[in-house]
Protein backbone atom coordinates (compact mmCIF):
# COMPACT_ATOMS: atom_id res chain seq x y z
CA UNK A 1 0.00 0.00 0.00
CA UNK A 2 0.93 3.40 -0.70
CA UNK A 3 1.16 6.69 1.09
CA UNK A 4 0.40 10.32 0.13
CA UNK A 5 0.82 13.27 2.42
CA UNK A 6 -1.26 16.72 2.65
CA UNK A 7 -1.01 19.66 4.98
CA UNK A 8 -2.88 19.74 7.90
CA UNK A 9 -4.20 23.24 8.30
CA UNK A 10 -6.27 23.25 11.32
CA UNK A 11 -8.64 26.38 12.05
CA UNK A 12 -10.21 24.62 14.68
CA UNK A 13 -11.96 21.60 15.99
CA UNK A 14 -15.52 20.90 17.35
CA UNK A 15 -16.03 19.39 20.92
CA UNK A 16 -17.41 16.93 18.95
CA UNK A 17 -14.37 15.89 17.35
CA UNK A 18 -14.95 17.02 14.10
CA UNK A 19 -13.19 18.24 11.53
CA UNK A 20 -13.61 18.79 7.95
CA UNK A 21 -11.13 18.88 4.77
CA UNK A 22 -8.72 17.74 2.54
CA UNK A 23 -6.93 14.59 1.80
CA UNK A 24 -5.52 14.86 -1.45
CA UNK A 25 -6.08 17.68 -4.29
CA UNK A 26 -5.83 17.19 -7.30
CA UNK A 27 -3.30 18.54 -10.24
CA UNK A 28 -0.69 19.05 -7.42
CA UNK A 29 2.36 17.13 -7.90
CA UNK A 30 3.74 15.93 -4.92
CA UNK A 31 7.44 14.80 -3.22
CA UNK A 32 6.60 12.13 -5.35
CA UNK A 33 7.00 13.24 -8.61
CA UNK A 34 2.91 12.15 -8.61
CA UNK A 35 -0.26 13.86 -10.03
CA UNK A 36 -3.54 12.48 -8.35
CA UNK A 37 -5.79 13.47 -11.68
CA UNK A 38 -9.74 14.46 -10.80
CA UNK A 39 -11.95 11.23 -10.64
CA UNK A 40 -9.00 9.15 -9.33
CA UNK A 41 -10.96 8.19 -5.92
CA UNK A 42 -14.63 7.91 -8.08
CA UNK A 43 -15.12 4.65 -8.28
CA UNK A 44 -13.36 3.63 -4.60
CA UNK A 45 -15.59 5.45 -2.87
CA UNK A 46 -18.50 4.28 -5.22
CA UNK A 47 -17.45 0.87 -4.26
CA UNK A 48 -17.43 2.02 0.01
CA UNK A 49 -20.62 3.19 -0.63
CA UNK A 50 -22.29 0.07 -2.37
CA UNK A 51 -20.44 -1.97 0.31
CA UNK A 52 -21.85 0.28 3.11
CA UNK A 53 -17.74 0.99 4.34
CA UNK A 54 -15.50 3.77 4.59
CA UNK A 55 -11.74 4.17 4.81
CA UNK A 56 -10.68 4.15 8.41
CA UNK A 57 -9.26 6.95 10.16
CA UNK A 58 -5.93 5.85 11.73
CA UNK A 59 -3.23 7.46 13.89
CA UNK A 60 -0.14 7.32 11.44
CA UNK A 61 -0.79 4.78 9.61
CA UNK A 62 -0.58 2.16 12.56
CA UNK A 63 -3.35 -0.62 12.04
CA UNK A 64 -3.33 -1.27 15.35
CA UNK A 65 -4.90 2.41 16.31
CA UNK A 66 -7.67 3.66 14.57
CA UNK A 67 -8.97 6.73 16.01
CA UNK A 68 -11.71 7.99 14.39
CA UNK A 69 -14.47 7.48 11.67
CA UNK A 70 -14.79 9.59 8.08
CA UNK A 71 -18.37 10.08 7.83
CA UNK A 72 -19.09 12.06 4.55
CA UNK A 73 -16.19 11.50 1.58
CA UNK A 74 -16.38 12.92 -2.01
CA UNK A 75 -14.30 14.33 -5.09
CA UNK A 76 -14.90 18.25 -5.59
CA UNK A 77 -13.25 20.80 -8.23
CA UNK A 78 -10.68 20.87 -5.99
CA UNK A 79 -9.50 17.35 -4.44
CA UNK A 80 -10.61 14.38 -2.15
CA UNK A 81 -12.58 16.02 0.83
CA UNK A 82 -14.50 14.76 3.87
CA UNK A 83 -15.30 14.68 7.61
CA UNK A 84 -14.20 12.99 9.78
CA UNK A 85 -14.99 12.33 13.85
CA UNK A 86 -12.09 11.21 16.39
CA UNK A 87 -13.80 8.61 18.76
CA UNK A 88 -12.41 10.30 21.55
CA UNK A 89 -13.36 7.27 24.20
CA UNK A 90 -10.08 5.99 22.40
CA UNK A 91 -7.10 7.11 24.49
CA UNK A 92 -4.95 7.79 21.34
CA UNK A 93 -8.16 10.03 19.82
CA UNK A 94 -8.11 12.19 22.62
CA UNK A 95 -4.04 12.67 22.77
CA UNK A 96 -4.70 13.47 18.30
CA UNK A 97 -7.64 15.68 19.53
CA UNK A 98 -5.18 17.92 22.18
CA UNK A 99 -2.30 17.93 19.76
CA UNK A 100 -4.67 18.91 16.49
CA UNK A 101 -6.33 21.78 18.84
CA UNK A 102 -2.58 22.89 19.67
CA UNK A 103 -1.12 22.92 15.92
CA UNK A 104 1.34 20.03 16.89
CA UNK A 105 0.19 17.80 13.89
CA UNK A 106 0.55 18.94 10.22
CA UNK A 107 -0.77 16.61 7.89
CA UNK A 108 -3.59 14.11 6.48
CA UNK A 109 -2.40 11.11 4.81
CA UNK A 110 -4.23 8.73 2.91
CA UNK A 111 -3.28 5.24 2.22
CA UNK A 112 -3.97 2.98 -1.02
CA UNK A 113 -3.56 0.86 -4.08
CA UNK A 114 -3.09 2.19 -7.75
CA UNK A 115 -5.38 0.47 -9.51
CA UNK A 116 -4.32 2.65 -13.27
CA UNK A 117 -1.39 5.33 -13.43
CA UNK A 118 0.24 6.67 -16.75
CA UNK A 119 3.27 8.32 -17.18
CA UNK A 120 3.77 12.21 -18.13
CA UNK A 121 7.21 12.94 -18.36
CA UNK A 122 9.08 13.28 -15.52
CA UNK A 123 5.99 12.89 -13.37
CA UNK A 124 3.16 10.07 -12.77
CA UNK A 125 -0.47 10.99 -13.43
CA UNK A 126 -2.26 8.32 -11.02
CA UNK A 127 -5.74 7.90 -12.62
CA UNK A 128 -7.35 5.64 -10.30
CA UNK A 129 -6.66 4.54 -7.01
CA UNK A 130 -8.06 2.26 -4.39
CA UNK A 131 -8.90 4.29 -0.87
CA UNK A 132 -7.84 2.05 1.96
CA UNK A 133 -7.43 4.89 4.66
CA UNK A 134 -6.54 8.12 5.54
CA UNK A 135 -4.43 8.91 8.74
CA UNK A 136 -3.45 11.68 11.06
CA UNK A 137 0.09 12.07 10.69
CA UNK A 138 3.19 14.23 12.16
CA UNK A 139 4.91 15.13 8.85
CA UNK A 140 3.29 16.35 5.76
CA UNK A 141 4.50 16.03 2.27
CA UNK A 142 2.01 17.61 -0.01
CA UNK A 143 1.58 21.27 0.14
CA UNK A 144 -1.63 21.93 -1.39
CA UNK A 145 -3.88 20.09 0.52
CA UNK A 146 -6.00 21.64 4.27
CA UNK A 147 -8.09 20.65 6.81
CA UNK A 148 -10.94 23.56 7.19
CA UNK A 149 -14.22 23.49 8.96
CA UNK A 150 -12.90 24.32 12.45
CA UNK A 151 -12.53 27.48 14.30
CA UNK A 152 -9.54 28.57 15.89
CA UNK A 153 -9.18 30.78 18.70
CA UNK A 154 -6.08 32.90 17.66
CA UNK A 155 -8.01 33.50 14.33
CA UNK A 156 -11.30 34.48 16.06
CA UNK A 157 -9.69 36.90 17.95
CA UNK A 158 -7.67 38.36 15.19
CA UNK A 159 -10.92 38.90 12.72
CA UNK A 160 -12.58 40.25 16.64
CA UNK A 161 -9.95 42.76 16.89
CA UNK A 162 -9.64 43.96 13.39
CA UNK A 163 -13.90 44.94 13.89
CA UNK A 164 -13.63 46.55 17.27
CA UNK A 165 -10.64 48.44 15.05
CA UNK A 166 -8.16 47.36 17.72
CA UNK A 167 -5.84 45.16 15.12
CA UNK A 168 -3.16 43.09 17.02
CA UNK A 169 0.89 43.72 16.63
CA UNK A 170 2.17 42.75 13.61
CA UNK A 171 4.66 40.31 15.51
CA UNK A 172 1.74 38.59 16.89
CA UNK A 173 -0.25 38.05 13.53
CA UNK A 174 3.42 36.83 12.15
CA UNK A 175 2.84 34.24 14.77
CA UNK A 176 -0.35 33.30 13.85
CA UNK A 177 0.77 32.94 10.03
CA UNK A 178 3.58 30.91 11.57
CA UNK A 179 1.40 28.37 13.51
CA UNK A 180 -0.54 27.36 10.45
CA UNK A 181 2.10 26.25 8.51
CA UNK A 182 3.16 29.40 6.63
CA UNK A 183 7.08 29.44 6.31
CA UNK A 184 8.98 32.00 8.21
CA UNK A 185 10.34 33.98 5.28
CA UNK A 186 6.78 34.27 3.78
CA UNK A 187 4.95 35.01 6.95
CA UNK A 188 7.60 38.04 7.48
CA UNK A 189 6.67 38.96 4.07
CA UNK A 190 2.77 38.34 4.33
CA UNK A 191 3.01 40.54 7.58
CA UNK A 192 5.31 43.62 6.33
CA UNK A 193 3.34 43.86 2.64
CA UNK A 194 0.13 43.36 3.75
CA UNK A 195 -1.34 43.41 7.39
CA UNK A 196 0.98 46.34 8.58
CA UNK A 197 0.63 47.95 5.71
CA UNK A 198 -3.38 48.13 6.80
CA UNK A 199 -2.93 49.05 10.41
CA UNK A 200 -0.31 51.70 9.37
CA UNK A 201 -3.22 53.61 6.93
CA UNK A 202 -5.59 52.71 9.75
CA UNK A 203 -3.19 54.86 12.10
CA UNK A 204 -2.83 57.61 9.93
CA UNK A 205 -6.12 59.00 10.20
CA UNK A 206 -9.89 58.19 11.13
CA UNK A 207 -12.07 55.75 10.20
CA UNK A 208 -13.98 52.61 11.44
CA UNK A 209 -13.80 48.99 12.11
CA UNK A 210 -15.11 47.81 8.25
CA UNK A 211 -12.61 49.87 6.60
CA UNK A 212 -9.46 48.98 8.39
CA UNK A 213 -10.99 45.14 7.90
CA UNK A 214 -11.35 46.04 4.24
CA UNK A 215 -8.13 47.51 4.12
CA UNK A 216 -6.25 44.56 6.09
CA UNK A 217 -8.17 42.06 3.73
CA UNK A 218 -7.25 43.35 0.29
CA UNK A 219 -3.60 44.15 1.21
CA UNK A 220 -3.00 40.62 2.64
CA UNK A 221 -4.72 39.57 -0.69
CA UNK A 222 -2.45 41.33 -2.68
CA UNK A 223 0.97 40.15 -0.66
CA UNK A 224 -0.71 36.54 -1.12
CA UNK A 225 -0.72 37.01 -4.96
CA UNK A 226 2.79 38.67 -5.13
CA UNK A 227 4.44 35.65 -3.25
CA UNK A 228 2.20 32.92 -4.90
CA UNK A 229 3.40 34.24 -8.83
CA UNK A 230 6.58 34.94 -7.62
Same mark, same amino acid.
Given at each position: ??????????????????????????????????????????????????????????????????????????????????????????????????????? &?? #??? @?? +????????? =?? *???? $? %??????????????????????????????????????????????????????????????????????? &?? #??? @?? +????????? =?? *???? $? %??????????
Amino acid at each position: MKRKFCPLDVKGLTDEGTFTGYGSVFGNVDSHGEIVEPGAFAKSLARHAKDKSAPVMLWQHNTDEPIGVWEDLSEDAKGLTGTGRLVLDVPQARSAYALLKAG &AL #RGL @SI +GYHVVKSEP =DG *AVVR $L %KELSLMEISVVTFPANTRASVTGVKSERWQEFARRLRDGDPMPPNEFEDILREAGIPKSMAVQITSVGYAK &AI #RRE @SD +GPGDAPAVT =DA *ALSN $L %KAALGSLLRS
